[in-house]
């Protein structure tokens, strides 16, 4: 239990962080020079990321370097993306064209009381076996990452939910304090029961890590870990859509369920 308690502490912590999805008050591309709400500046495209054109007194600070003029903001695919400042604490990052703005102070950071949960349930720890791919096959289109882009598909995993035997899709993702991890994006019954339902969860889905063995392996599936997307938290998020394979027919009882204000009403 100790383990479950540091994971809902890292969540709740994620979620109201300064990069964390409640922090994120837009998210705009930006394919002809524009300005963004709410920072100031005008923001074009360019290779590697975009530009900011601004004056000293607009605040606007690039690589710890005040703008006055016209500055390359580089994104996060570049070997060194740019940091991004503005005054009252806001801070920006560079997706492709799209500039994301994080208010540390937003309005859903300040209602945001925590994350509705099932209670832990030892029953919902349960056992499945990985195979992964060997062909470098992609992900269909539907699965996608909370950026819209489509994910390689790692393999998949067997395993029972509600006595029924399932074969799962799962997708690579980022590693996590430096171990590789294995994702699954799955709905289940829960996922469209009215949001007022206290055996309810998020409508598009949830998603279960798991460590990546790099081989074929038996693997644990602890759903009390289960843990809601970004676009749970804020509509500026794309929603994963779950593969065909991975909606589950069973109520899966356990884990996250929506992020809450201090009445307990949905947030999102």
């Known amino acids: 239990m100790t383990d479950l308690a540091d994971h809902v502490a ?78 009252d604490g806001l801070a920006g990052t560079v997706t492709d064209r799209t500039l994301r703005v994080w208010d540390p102070a937003s309005e859903a950071i300040g209602r945001f009381a925590g994350i509705a949960r099932f209670d832990h349930d030892a029953a919902w720890v349960t056992a499945g076996r990985y195979v992964p791919v060997r062909d470098g096959l992609e992900a269909r289109g539907a699965v996608l990452d909370a950026a819209g882009v489509a994910l390689p598909v790692a393999g998949h995993v067997d395993t029972t939910v509600g006595d029924v035997a399932v074969r799962l899709v799962v997708v690579r993702s980022a590693a996590f304090r430096g171990v590789p991890r294995l994702q699954l994006i799955v709905q289940d019954a829960t996922s469209a029961l009215p949001e007022t339902d206290p055996s309810s969860t998020y409508s598009m889905g949830r998603f279960l890590y798991l460590d990546d063995p790099g081989e074929a392996a038996d693997v644990v599936l602890d759903w009390n870990t289960v843990v809601l997307p970004p676009c749970a938290f804020s509509y500026l998020f794309a929603c994963p859509v779950p593969p065909p394979e991975n909606r589950i027919a069973a109520a899966v009882t356990a884990g996250e369920r929506h992020p809450v204000d201090a009445s307990g009403a949905v947030l999102h």
């Open 10 to 87: 890292d969540r709740d912590r994620w979620a109201r962080g300064p990069r964390g999805p409640l922090a994120l008050v837009n998210a705009q591309q930006v394919d002809v020079e524009q300005p963004v709400w709410p920072v100031p500046g005008r923001w074009a495209p360019a290779p590697g990321g975009l530009t900011v054109t601004a004056d000293s007194a607009d605040g606007v600070v690039v690589d710890d370097v005040p703008v006055d003029g016209t500055v390359l903001v580089a994104g996060d695919q570049a070997v060194v993306p740019s940091v991004v400042t503005f005054p």
